[in-house]
Structures are given as C-alpha cells and as structure tokens.
C-alpha cells in the first residue's frame, strides 16, 4: 500500500499485506481476504502545527488543514479494488450468469480507496450506499426524467441531480461539476436538462457543506430550485477543491454501475471551482474517455497572490471573496485564521492541480480539454497556461505534448503569445485554426481574447468545447 507524501509530493509505501489462502466467497467468484493495520505519520495526510509569525499554533477548522492520504493496494502491478458484502454478491451472481471473474468484479466493485482519511485523520471504509432519490417533479421537460437525491460519500450525506433520457438502453453520461459555492436551477436548466434532451445520463453533485436552491444571486432567502422540492444541504464544510473531489469520485462511480449507462462513454467536465475538481479528479484516476476543464484555478498560491484580500478584483467579484475567506479563513471569523502562503504554503498546495501534475501527465487514457478567457479577473489565463506547462510541455513525447491555441473572439488564431502566459517558454503555440472536427491530439489549451469568467462557457469557447466533444462521443 502507498500514500503521497504531501511534503514531498512523492508516493511512499506504508504498508504491505498477504492475503489468506482461504477465499471469502465460495467459487465461481474467490475472493480472498486480507487486512493490516496502518498507522501514517502527520505528512500523509494534514499536519496539526504550522508557524505563523515564529509561533507554532494549532489549527482548527478547514482553513488551514486539510488533505487525506490517497491509498492504494496493489498485486503485481495491478490495482486492487473494494468489494463490500453486497458487491461480493453482485460479482457472484454475474459470475454466475457467464461472466468471467474480471467481467464480473469489474461490473460490481464500489471503491478504489482502500481507505479514505477525512480532515482530522480519522480514518473510514469506502463509501458502498447507492443514489437515493428524494424528489421527481411531477411534470418534467419533454424527453427528460430528472431529480433530486442523495448518496453517501465518508459518512456524510451528499445531495445532487440526476436528468436522464426517457429513452431506453445504454447511454453516453456527463458528469457536470458546477462553479461556485451551491447547485442551482441555473445548472439545472442551462446544462442538466438540456444535456439530458441531448441524449445524456447527466449527474450533478452539490458538493459537502453546499446547498441546492435557487441562485442565491438572483432571490433571498433559500427558496427550493423549483416549487414541491425542500431547500438541501450536503453534510460537511466547503473546502475548495479538496474534500468536493471524493464527492465527485463517488458519485462517478455509482453512476457508471447505472443499467442505463454506458460505462466506456462518460464525460467529465466543469467550470471555475468544478474545473479545480474535474483537474484533482482525473488526477485521483477517475474513470472517464474524456475530460474538459473551463476557468479552472490550478495553482492557490498564484491565485491569492494576484488576488489577496481586499485588491480590486476581490472586493468586486463576490465569487473570489468568499472562495478565500472560506478555504482560507477570514481574520474576522473564529476559530479560522487567515494563513498567507508565506506562512504555510501546504492548504493551497494540496488544492492545487499543479501540485500533482505527475499524476494527470500518467492519464494518457483520457483527452483533456483546458478553456480559458483572456478576461477573467477571477482566474488569471495563467492559471491554465501554469498548469499545461506542468503537466503537458511542448518538449513531451509524442502525443503527450499540449496544443496550445490563443484565439480571438471569432475563434481564429491570434500569433501572440497571451499577455498572462508569457513566463511559459515550454509552451509552443499554434498558428492557423485549431482542427475542429477531429481534434486527433490528446491534449489541448485554448485561450480566447474577450471572454471572462463566466462568458468562456459562451460563444467560440462552448462551440469548440461542443465540437471536440462531438468527436470523441460521436
């Protein structure tokens, strides 16, 4: 077994295991059972002390911990994966109705994580519980069942959407990770169901601690996303790109177990905050063809330095306000602290992309999708050019290099180099259109002249997010 060490961003081996002799399931599945007992040090998962002005202090809340040890187990190379009481089963009927061992065990098994760590370091079991569905509307959009429920992700309560095709067999499926800080009728009606009318499975988490309601930018106070729901809220705290990825892991995988989902045909993609978590998802190996990325902020350290508290572009965009003061504390708030990098960089390195670039450069599996506007005083272009840099320079081997194109407002290509992404010399930049209708590389960048943080999933940008992903999910 391994974790990363968070220190040093390198994998570690902190245990082993022999399996019994004896299977736990009698033929035609065997399985056998094994156990060990784990005890990591502070550095695989959060440390407790940090010195701020020269005094070590402890830390309370999630403004300045935070991180759980990513465990896997292993046999020869191949990873292993959990199976509850209920899974065993499920692998055994398969079996039994003429699957092979591997056909069956990868149709039923509920986790990848042996172990899953939360804030404190407690240790606890991989989430099993299926999606529980807790309000259908009685008169739904033509084409389209949709709802809202719940699923369990380290004990807590999870709510989300769900919009399906009332069309039978398989289908392609979407997992949308939404921007911001609530899961509102704005997702719902903009990208759930019009997703579903468009031939999709689409599942939406509303991450811990976030509720779904109506935009609370638009009415006040809570009022439930359409008239007969309740107002929910998920168990636990807002994190920022930490905890939310754990979320959306398993509500990935209880959707790929879904009869009405293909489960080789599944997207991923998401803007602002859900773009932080659809980066740090493929990163933990979620299991997806495809995967695109809008306004993700990638490096926190960056992000806060071109955005520290009370700057113009803070006090003017509520949205980067509260993701600060809410990740990183707020000196007005107790028992939060406000932690500057300078003080401890480890809160904003274990949210960052950049941090496991490694990670995302081994997933060669998936084609990956960066879109960024030029305008975005939220999420700096550089932000997206930090991360393409880190994880896919133009000097990679074959087929693993970035294509980088900065585009106008039209979509042609525009020979400059973004004014933001200067400081990126490993990162070559095309000349002519970016090839719409095959997009063959498994890699690309594209950054827009006159799109900001909420028009990049408009116009030529969500053009070319909808070509490329025509291409792979024809």
């Known amino acids: 077994m391994k974790a990363r060490n968070l220190n040093t961003n390198v994998i570690q081996t902190i245990g082993t295991a022999v399996a019994s002799k004896t299977p736990s399931v009698a033929t035609p599945v065997s399985l056998s059972p094994w156990s060990t007992t784990l005890t990591p040090a502070a550095r695989f998962w959060a440390p407790q002390l940090v010195v701020i002005d020269g005094t070590p202090r402890s830390l309370n809340g999630l403004a300045t911990s935070g991180g759980r040890v990513e465990i896997t187990a292993s046999s020869g190379g191949s990873p292993f994966v959990t199976f509850s009481v209920a899974a065993q089963e499920c692998a055994k009927a398969k079996a039994s109705s003429g699957l092979n061992i591997v056909q069956a065990g990868d149709a039923c098994y509920d986790g990848k994580s042996l172990v899953v760590f939360d804030n404190s370091g407690v240790g606890s079991n991989a989430s099993t519980d299926p999606w529980v569905s807790d309000f259908k509307p009685a008169v739904q959009p033509p084409g389209v069942q949709w709802e809202l429920g719940h699923y369990k992700v380290e004990g807590k309560t999870i709510y989300g959407l769900v919009c399906s095709p009332t069309t039978p067999g398989k289908h392609k499926t979407v997992i949308i990770n939404h921007g911001g800080f609530e899961l509102n009728e704005i997702s719902l009606n903009n990208f759930c169901i019009p997703s579903a009318q468009g031939g999709w499975v689409v599942a939406m988490s509303a991450y811990r601690g976030e509720k779904i309601r109506r935009s609370s930018t638009i009415v006040a106070p809570d009022q439930p996303i359409v008239p007969g729901a309740s107002v929910v809220q998920s168990q636990g705290e807002i994190e920022l790109c930490l905890g939310e990825i754990t979320d959306v892991l398993r509500l990935t995988e209880?959707?790929?177990?879904?009869?009405?989902?293909?489960?080789?045909?599944?997207?991923?993609?998401?803007?602002?905050?859900?773009?932080?978590?659809?980066?740090?998802?493929?990163?933990?190996?979620?299991?997806?063809?495809?995967?695109?990325?809008?306004?993700?902020?990638?490096?926190?350290?960056?992000?806060?330095?071109?955005?520290?508290?009370?700057?113009?572009?803070?006090?003017?965009?509520?949205?980067?306000?509260?993701?600060?003061?809410?990740?990183?504390?707020?000196?007005?708030?107790?028992?939060?602290?406000?932690?500057?990098?300078?003080?401890?960089?480890?809160?904003?390195?274990?949210?960052?992309?950049?941090?496991?670039?490694?990670?995302?450069?081994?997933?060669?599996?998936?084609?990956?999708?960066?879109?960024?506007?030029?305008?975005?005083?939220?999420?700096?272009?550089?932000?997206?050019?930090?991360?393409?840099?880190?994880?896919?320079?133009?000097?990679?081997?074959?087929?693993?290099?970035?294509?980088?194109?900065?585009?106008d407002a039209s979509g042609a290509a525009v020979a400059a180099t973004p004014l933001d992404c200067t400081g990126f010399n490993g990162l070559t930049w095309q000349s002519g259109v970016p090839p719409r209708g095959t997009w063959p590389a498994r890699r690309y960048l594209l950054v827009y002249d006159n799109l900001d943080h909420g028009s990049v999933l408009t116009g030529s940008a969500w053009g070319d997010f909808i070509n490329w992903v025509g291409v792979i999910f024809p």
């Open 254 to 407: 209880i959707v790929r177990g879904w009869p009405s989902v293909d489960p080789d045909r599944v997207l991923m993609w998401g803007h602002s905050h859900g773009a932080c978590i659809t980066v740090r998802a493929l990163q933990r190996g979620v299991k997806v063809k495809a995967a695109a990325a809008f306004a993700a902020p990638t490096d926190m350290a960056a992000w806060y330095g071109y955005s520290p508290p009370s700057t113009p572009s803070d006090t003017e965009l509520t949205n980067n306000r509260l993701a600060l003061s809410t990740t990183f504390g707020d000196i007005t708030t107790t028992p939060r602290i406000r932690v500057t990098p300078d003080q401890s960089r480890i809160p904003y390195d274990w949210r960052s992309p950049v941090t496991y670039a490694e990670d995302l450069k081994a997933r060669t599996d998936v084609k990956i999708l960066l879109l960024q506007g030029i305008e975005d005083l939220l999420i700096h272009p550089s932000q997206a050019c930090a991360l393409a840099f880190a994880y896919a320079p133009s000097n990679s081997p074959t087929g693993t290099a970035s294509m980088n194109w900065h585009l």
